[in-house]
Structures are given as structure tokens and as C-alpha cells.
């Protein structure tokens, strides 16, 4: 089964079974949801770059472990990882165990070091620790593109959910949209709005909010939807393997949604994107010092597993209750991509739970996957602002016009994502797959190396990025997700856009460790800032690793 085959544009994401109706309760609940956002983000909206960037370094590790579990548990998380359970089985748990085996990795080996390192985004980190802009040039764009690629996933997820809740407004449009385009832009625009207000710091306070509202309606939902189903009582985590031996073997057959390589590659690439997510390692840098960086990493690795424990239960309950009330789940006329992708939502509704109480289970999806978006428009927007315009195009920039091109950058990354979220080229967790494949190959061996190598210099790191940027770009546009598509069959199998990391990332450790090898050392204080990353020292709360470096060497410290 190829669940990653592009939608044509005459498709109008109607999932099968889903009652797509106005609905007074669920959609009280959820543009009540959408106004508290809206008005936070005017509570905390920000003026200068501190609070717009890193919320004045001020979250504390619950706080931050609850904004990583809502900035981590987008609509890839709380929808497309039960869609892909449900449509592809087995294959579908190598995102549960790349997506969490990544933040062991973050844990152990960068969460810590990068706080200490200091600065605003991941960009910086790469621009200081290599010093060169026209790398910090590449980590800002590839981190434009990361969030861009992201957030397709995310505004997806927002127009298949916001249809239950307030119905086809389609005829409003005089037809020019679908139900599903409609409800896209809609929750994009409240979105882009209160995201250019906030800033970091009221983003981070509505991802505490948010992590509230999607973990409980996702339990809550799972909870109701086992009991109503008569599938479990008090612990359907553990109850649903029950079900296993009555679903269909595309369900319980170890690789038959998908090969064991491509399961191997999947998880690989899900695993060491994670570690290079900018979105992800910016939250580090919110925060006071490196101990409150490793307790709000180990906090949002709970709040993590608590959605990623369950998805494998409601994939099945969703599964049985469709093959129940619907028709066959697989096969030629089984369940479509866009019905996998609101499962969550159609098994809550196929088991018979009342619609307010299903309202609240999609409104946890809308909440998912706005907090996600919010991350990835924050982390691309700095990008933009402070990498390229503060650091590049006008040094001189005031916090004043640093601010103002971020929020336009907001603006202009949401246009983007709606033009293309009109149409998209796959599920939800494929879109979202494809950006971990990127953020794999060309950002984390730069993090990784630049974190443990002292060694690695700017002609390595520009190598790698580079190359890396192509290795990726091959199978996106061999699969047609950027074009028509060259449809190399052997291309697709050892090297799939999905997983492509697997391939990509050795390739790129190796050109930048043997490229920094046969070329000239990094200067004595780079070396010595990547020292002080792993210095038993505690380092104090408004300094950066170049700051103590420069300090130890006599000098004042730079202006930021």
C-alpha cells in the first residue's frame, strides 16, 4: 500500500464516514479555544528581541516541558500517527519509536550544550560555532524550508478536523474552495494572527494552555472510545492488544504496510530529525541555564509519552470500528488517506459519544496542530529576522525593525503554507516526515558535530550543508512532491523522501569531518567556546559561551 502517492487537485479530502455538519457545541468550544489564543498572544505580545525570540529566557522546566510536549505533539502526533498506524500497521510504529527515541538523543547529548552555547536560534548556533554567515545563510533557509514543509502537515490536519466541527462553508466561497480549503485557511489566519502578535513569549504561554486542551481531550477520547466500543475498561494502552488477532493482517503483520528497510530508514531519519528540529532546539534556549534545559527535555519526554502510548490503542479501536460501521479498511476501495488522517476524531464519533464530547476530542487536534505551527513560524520567522536581516542584510538593524521583520516573515511563511496546503501531496505524517528527512541530513550533523568536534571548521560545515541540502532535494523530487516527478523506481526504494536520512546524514558526517580534515583548524577561540559547551562550570543566565570565552581571554564581550 502506498500511502505517500500525491492528491490530485480535484480532490476535495472528504473523509469517508465523517459527519461534516455545523455543530453548536463543538464549535462554541473550539472558536472559544481559538479567541483564548488570540487573546494571549495580545497579553504577551512583545517589543523587543529577547521576549519575541527566546521569552526572555525566563520558562521555567514544567512550564518548558509542557510547551515541548504541544510545540512536539502537532497534528503528525495527535492525528497522523493513529492514521498511520490504522492504514499502514506495524510500519506505522517507527514514528513512535523514532519520534521518541530522538529525545533520548537530544537529552544525552545537546540539550545542555546548546544552552550553554547560548544565542537566540539554531541558525546563530551554526553562523558563531563555524563562523560564517553564508552557513548561518543555509541553516536559516533550510530552517525556513523546515518549517514551511512542517507546517503543510499542520494546516492539513486543521481543515480535515475543522469540517466536523463547523461543516462545509464551501457555497460561502461561491464554490472557488472546498469545505476542506475553507476550513484550512480559517484556523491559519487565527493562527498567523495571534502568532504575529506574541512572539516567543505568548507562544509559550499558549503552548502550556495547548498541551492542557489536546492531552486531555486525546485521553479523554480514548478512554470513552474503548468503553463505548467494548474494547477496554480503565487501561486501554494496554488492553487493545485484545484486538489485534480480529483486525486484518495489514494491521498486526509485522511489514505488510510497508518494507523492513523502509521501516529501518523511517526510523532513522524520525530519530536524528528530531535532534536537528529548530523549533525543537529553541526551546532550550528559553530557558535559565543547562539544568533547567535538561529537566524541561526529561518532562517533555513524559508529556510525549503520554499521546505516544495511547496513539497504537485508538489506531486499533478506529480500525475495528470502521471495518464495524463503514466498509473494508484496506484494499482497493479501503479507507482513504484523509479518513486515516481523522481518525482519531471518526472513531470517537463511530463509537456513538456524544458530539459535544467529540467536539472536544477534534478541538484537541485543532489545539495540537496550531502549537506545532506556532514553533515552526517562530523558529522560521527568527530565522529570517535576526539570521539573515540582523546578522546579514543590516547590522545596524534596532530590536524595533528585528521585531517587524519577523512579523512579516509570520506573514509571509502562513501565505506560503496556505497556497500550498490547498492542495497537499500527502497524509498528514508523511508531509511532516519529509521536513525530519531535511532537518536529519543538513542540520543535526552540523549541531552534533559542532557540539563534540572541536575540529570541525566553516569549508566542513558548508560542505556537508550543502551536499546535504541536495541528497535531500533528490527524493523529494524523484516522489513528485515538488514537481511532476521523475519516478525512479530503485531511487524510491533504497532512498525514499520519507527516509532518506538514512543514506544522507553518514554521507554528510563524512564530507564534513574529511573536508575539516584536509583544511586549515578553527581559530583557538572557536575551539575554546565548544570547551566551555561541556564545562563542569554553571554558566550565568544572560551569557554565551563566546561571552565567558571572551571574558577568559582578556576581551570584552561582543554585543549580541
Request: with cysteine.
Amino acid at each position: 500500500m502506498d500511502l505517500y502517492v500525491p492528491l490530485q487537485a480535484s480532490e476535495e479530502l472528504l473523509p469517508e464516514g465523517l459527519d461534516i455538519s455545523f455543530k453548536l457545541v463543538p464549535a462554541i468550544i473550539v472558536v472559544g479555544m481559538m479567541l483564548t489564543f488570540l487573546a494571549a498572544g495580545f497579553l504577551y505580545k512583545v517589543a523587543d528581541t529577547d521576549d519575541m525570540w527566546v521569552a526572555g529566557r525566563s520558562i521555567g522546566n514544567l512550564e518548558n516541558g509542557m510547551a515541548i510536549g504541544a510545540n512536539w505533539m502537532s497534528a503528525a502526533s495527535y492525528l497522523g500517527m493513529a492514521a498511520l498506524i490504522a492504514l499502514s500497521g506495524v510500519y506505522g510504529l517507527a514514528f513512535v519509536v523514532g519520534w521518541t527515541t530522538g529525545y533520548f538523543v537530544l537529552l544525552i547529548f545537546m540539550a545542555a550544550q546548546m544552552r550553554r552555547f547560548g544565542k537566540y536560534t539554531a541558525p546563530d548556533f551554526v553562523g558563531d560555532r563555524f563562523n560564517s554567515d553564508a552557513a548561518r545563510a543555509i541553516a536559516a533557509i533550510t530552517t525556513f524550508l523546515i518549517g514551511f514543509v512542517y507546517a503543510l502537515g499542520q494546516a492539513r490536519g486543521m481543515g480535515l478536523v475543522g469540517m466536523y466541527i463547523l461543516g462545509d462553508w464551501s457555497a460561502a466561497t461561491g464554490g472557488a474552495l472546498s469545505a476542506y480549503q475553507v476550513m484550512m485557511v480559517v484556523f491559519m489566519i487565527v493562527t498567523i494572527a495571534y502568532l504575529t502578535l506574541s512572539g516567543m513569549l505568548g507562544a509559550t504561554k499558549n503552548m502550556v494552555l495547548q498541551y492542557v486542551i489536546l492531552i486531555g481531550a486525546f485521553l479523554l477520547g480514548l478512554l470513552a472510545t474503548g468503553w463505548a466500543g467494548g474494547y477496554s475498561t480503565i487501561l486501554p494502552q494496554l488492553e487493545y492488544g485484545q484486538l489485534i488477532t480480529q483486525l486484518d493482517s495489514e494491521f498486526s503483520d509485522p511489514f505488510a504496510g510497508g518494507s523492513y528497510y523502509l521501516w529501518i530508514a523511517t526510523c532513522f531519519s524520525l530519530v536524528f530529525g528530531t535532534c536537528g528540529l529548530p523549533h525543537v532546539l529553541v526551546r532550550f534556549y528559553t530557558v535559565q541555564n543547562e539544568r533547567v534545559a535538561r529537566w524541561s527535555c526529561t518532562w517533555g519526554l513524559f508529556f510525549i509519552a503520554l499521546l505516544y502510548l495511547s496513539a497504537p490503542a485508538f489506531a486499533a479501536f478506529g480500525t475495528a470500528l470502521y471495518g464495524e460501521e463503514i466498509g473494508a479498511v484496506y484494499g482497493e476501495n479501503g479507507m482513504t488517506g484523509a479518513a486515516g488522517d481523522v481518525i482519531v476524531v471518526l472513531a470517537s464519533q463511530l463509537a456513538g459519544l456524544p458530539t459535544w464530547f467529540v467536539g472536544i476530542v477534534a478541538a484537541g487536534g485543532i489545539a495540537a496542530a496550531v502549537a506545532t505551527t506556532a514553533g515552526l513560524f517562530i523558529a522560521a520567522s527568527s530565522a529570517i529576522s535576526h539570521d539573515i536581516y540582523a546578522n546579514i542584510i543590516n547590522e545596524d538593524a534596532t530590536q524595533h525593525q528585528q521585531v517587524l521583520v519577523g512579523r512579516l516573515s509570520i506573514i509571509a511563511i502562513g501565505v506560503l503554507t496556505i497556497i500550498f496546503a490547498l492542495n497537499p501531496s500527502a497524509p498528514v505524517a508523511a508531509l511532516v516526515s519529509f521536513a525530519f528527512s531535511l532537518a536529519a541530513i543538513v542540520l543535526f550533523p552540523m549541531f552534533f558535530l559542532g557540539l563534540w568536534w572541536e575540529n570541525t571548521n566553516r569549508p566542513g560545515a558548508l560542505a556537508g550543508m550543502t551536499s546535504g541540502l541536495i541528497i535531500w532535494l533528490i527524493p523529494m523530487f524523484n516522489e513528485g512532491h515538488f514537481g511532476p516527478g521523475f519516478g525512479v523506481e530503485w531511487l524510491a526504494t533504497w532512498m525514499p523522501a520519507i527516509g532518506s536520512g538514512l543514506i544522507g546524514v553518514p554521507i554528510v558526517f563524512a564530507i564534513t569531518i574529511v573536508v575539516s580534515l584536509v583544511t586549515d583548524e578553527p581559530p583557538l577561540e572557536t575551539k575554546q567556546m565548544v570547551r566551555q559547551c561541556h564545562s563542569p562550570e554553571p554558566m550565568p543566565r544572560d551569557k554565551t559561551a563566546a561571552d565567558v570565552v571572551a571574558e577568559k581571554n582578556g576581551r570584552a564581550p561582543a554585543d549580541d
